[in-house]
C-alpha cells in the first residue's frame, strides 16, 4: 500500500514592495481573520513599523494591543501567549527580525490563531518557515510553528534598516550551499530523509542570490527586494522539508554555539556565513568550493573573518569543537573535531 503523506504549509499572500505596510488592513481582511490583533514586535520594530501597524488597526475599527519582546526565549513565547490570552486575541502580527517573528509564529502555534508576518529587516530567512529557533540552556530548539498567513514586507522599510542587516539576510541565504551539503551527506551516511525538491529549491535561492550580487548594493531599494525575495524561497525551502534542514546545517550549529559563547554576539546571519566558509572546507577540502563561499560573502560586504565578526580565535576554536552538541543534527561535523583540526580549518580559510 501507498503510504507516504506530505502536508506543506505555506502562507496565501505574501505582498512584497514599496509602500506595502500601508495594505496590512488589506492584507489581513483578505484572509478573513476575525477579532483582536495583537502586534508582537521588538524594540527598534516598535517604532520603525509595530506603532504603524497598531495605528492602522484603529484606524480601521479594529481594537490592536501591542506587546514588545526583548529576547528569543522560551519566556517570551509565554508573554506573548499569556497576553494574548487575556486580551483574547483573534490573530497575531509578528512585527521586526528573526527573534519578534519566530516567538510570535510559536505563540499562534500554541494559541491555535491565525499569524502574519511583518519583517522589519532582510536579516534572516525565518519570514515564512514554519519553524521556531530558540536557544534553552546548552541546546537549541528548531521547534515547529505555526507558519504565516500572509508576508508584508515593504521594502521601504528594510532598505532603511542598517545595511548589516541585509548583507547578514544574505550571508544567511550563501549558507544553504553547505546546509544542503550536510543535509544530503545526513541522507547518505544516516539514512535521514531527504526531499530532492525543497534541497534543489534552497540550493537554486543561493545561486540566484550570488549572481545579483552585483545589484545588491548599500542604499539601493532594489536590494531588498532581491533579498527579501531569496528570504521567501528559502523559507519554502523549509516548509516544504517540514524541517529547517535546507537552510541549516554545520554552519548554523557553529552560529548556535558562538550565540552561547557570546551572548549578543554578531547578527546570526553573518555567523552563519562564516561558518560555512569554514564547512566548505570541511565537506570539500583545501582545493574546494570554500573560496566561492567565502568571495560570495565578501561580494556583498558580509563579514568572512573571526575579526570581522569582532569573535576572538579561541572562540571560534571553541564554538566548532562543540557545535555538534548543539543538537542531534548529523553534519560534516561528525561526532565532533579535534582541536587541531578546527585550528586547521579556521587557519586554511583564513577565519581566524
Ligand atoms: N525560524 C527560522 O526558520 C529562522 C530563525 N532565525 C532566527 O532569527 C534570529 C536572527 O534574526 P535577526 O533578524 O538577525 O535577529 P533580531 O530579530 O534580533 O534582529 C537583529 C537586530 O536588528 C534590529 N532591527 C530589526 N529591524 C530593524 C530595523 N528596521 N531598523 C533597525 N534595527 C532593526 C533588532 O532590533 P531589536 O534589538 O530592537 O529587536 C536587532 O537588534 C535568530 O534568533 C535566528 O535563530 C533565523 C533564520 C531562520
Ligand atoms: O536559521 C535557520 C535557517 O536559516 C533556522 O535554523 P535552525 O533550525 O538551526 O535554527
Ligand atoms: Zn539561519
Redesign the pocket.
Known amino acids: 500500500m501507498f503510504e507516504k503523506r506530505t502536508w506543506i504549509r505555506l502562507p496565501r499572500n505574501v505582498v512584497v514592495g514599496h509602500g506595502v505596510l500601508g495594505q496590512t488592513i488589506e492584507a489581513v481582511s483578505e484572509l478573513h481573520l476575525t477579532g483582536r490583533p495583537l502586534v508582537v ?6 517604532e ?2 509595530g506603532e504603524r501597524v497598531v495605528a492602522q488597526f484603529e484606524d480601521a475599527g479594529y481594537d490592536p494591543s501591542e506587546i514588545v519582546i ?1 529576547e ?1 526565549s522560551f519566556d517570551a513565547v509565554q508573554r506573548v501567549i499569556d497576553h494574548a490570552s487575556e486580551i483574547d486575541a483573534g490573530f497575531l502580527l509578528g512585527v ?7 516567538i510570535t ?1 510559536m505563540a499562534a502555534d500554541d494559541l491555535d490563531l491565525g499569524f502574519v508576518s511583518v ?3 532582510a ?4 519570514i515564512v ?1 514554519g ?5 534553552e540552556g546548552d541546546t ?1 530548539h ?1 521547534v515547529a ?1 505555526e507558519p504565516p498567513l500572509a508576508v508584508i514586507a515593504d521594502t521601504e ?2 532598505a ?3 545595511w548589516r ?1 541585509t548583507t ?2 544574505c550571508a ?1 541565504i550563501i549558507s544553504n550551499y553547505t546546509a544542503v551539503r550536510d543535509w544530503q551527506l545526513a541522507h547518505r551516511l544516516k539514512n535521514v530523509h531527504y526531499s530532492e525538491y525543497a534541497g534543489a529549491l534552497s540550493q537554486m535561492t543561493a545561486e540566484m542570490l550570488v549572481e545579483s550580487a552585483d545589484s545588491i548594493k548599500r542604499g539601493l531599494e532594489e536590494s531588498s527586494w532581491i533579498v527579501v525575495k531569496a528570504l521567501v524561497s528559502s ?1 519554502v525551502a ?1 516548509s516544504i522539508a517540514d524541517s ?1 534542514r535546507p ?2 546545517g554545520a554552519e ?1 550549529l557553529f ?2 554555539q558562538l ?1 552561547r559563547l557570546v551572548p549578543n554576539g554578531a ?3 553573518h555567523q552563519v556565513g562564516v561558518g560555512s566558509i569554514m564547512t566548505e572546507y570541511l565537506h570539500s577540502g583545501q582545493k574546494g568550493k570554500w573560496k566561492d563561499a567565502r568571495d560570495a560573502l565578501a561580494a556583498i560586504g558580509a563579514p568572512t573573518t573571526a575579526d570581522e565578526l569582532g569573535i576572538d580565535d579561541e572562540t571560534v576554536i571553541e564554538a566548532l569543537t562543540t557545535a555538534h552538541q548543539i543538537r542531534d543534527r548529523y553534519t560534516v561535523l561528525g561526532d565532533g573535531m579535534s582541536e587541531e583540526a578546527a585550528i586547521e580549518a579556521a587557519t586554511v580559510t583564513g577565519v581566524i
Do not use: F, N, Q, W
Not at 41 to 46: D, F, N, R, V, Y
Not at 131 to 135: D, F, I, L, N
Open positions: 514586535s521588538s524594540p527598534t520594530p516598535h520603525v513599523a526583548e528569543a521586526g527580525g528573526g527573534k519578534a517573528i519566530d509564529k519583517p522589519t529587516a536579516s534572516h530567512d525565518g518557515s519553524r521556531g529557533s530558540v536557544p537549541r528548531s510553528a522599510v528594510l532603511e534598516a542598517p542587516l547578514a539576510g544567511d523559507g523549509m529547517s537552510a541549516s548554523h552560529s548556535h550565540d547578527l546570526h546571519g
